[in-house]
């Protein structure tokens, strides 16, 4: 039942996916030197929704947006302030850090001519609006890989894998005698 909600509140989400170039954003976050924290600008566009984050980069940056949300905004903030970019900008690189900050890190000497490569010149398209052919791609094979996982642990766990042919296993011998 769980996995059915995150699913379907994963879909709906999914609309900020869909969106088109987002509009321009003059102002760039401040900071606030008694609340030591970044406030966005008061014309600032919202930052996409969670669906384009898990979609975008996976599970590692949507769980620490789900469960560390100011920190998550306030690193996102803090790098617009400082690369004088757009909001989706900053999000889809702090996305790709909390995904794996080593690769991130690596990807940003590249597009920093830094290290010399056969990408060179290569610019990460961080935030931008993923394309309808991979979101149904992702979520068709998200939902079919995660059915039969579920599947087989269901299997497994009560018994069914062990009656008929598979009975004879040193698995099925062990964990259900009986059967």
């Known amino acids: 039942m769980d996995l059915l909600i995150f699913l379907l509140s994963t879909i709906i989400s999914l609309v900020g996916a869909f969106s088109s170039t ?17 406030s966005p600008a008061p014309n600032a566009e919202p930052p996409y929704g969670i669906g384009r984050t898990l979609l975008g980069n996976g599970p590692l940056p949507a769980f620490t947006r789900l469960t560390k949300p100011d920190d998550y905004m306030q690193a996102i903030y803090k790098f617009q302030a400082s690369e004088k970019c757009t909001i989706r900008y900053a999000q889809g690189n702090m996305d790709a850090y ?6 991130w890190a690596y990807q940003r000497r590249v597009e ?7 990408k060179s010149g290569y610019k990460k398209p961080y935030g931008e609006p993923i394309p309808s052919d991979q979101v149904a791609l992702t979520v068709t094979w998200g939902i079919g890989v995660s059915g039969w996982i579920v599947n087989l642990i269901l299997a497994v ?9 598979a009975g004879s296993t040193q698995f099925c011998q062990v964990f259900f005698p009986d059967l």
């Open 22 to 38: 987002p509009k321009g954003d003059d102002g760039m976050p401040k900071y606030n030197i008694n609340t030591q924290k970044w």
């Open 98 to 103: 909390f995904e794996n900050p080593n690769d």
């Open 112 to 118: 920093a001519g830094l290290i010399a490569t056969e």
């Open 157 to 165: 766990t009560s018994g069914k894998f062990c009656i008929g042919d």
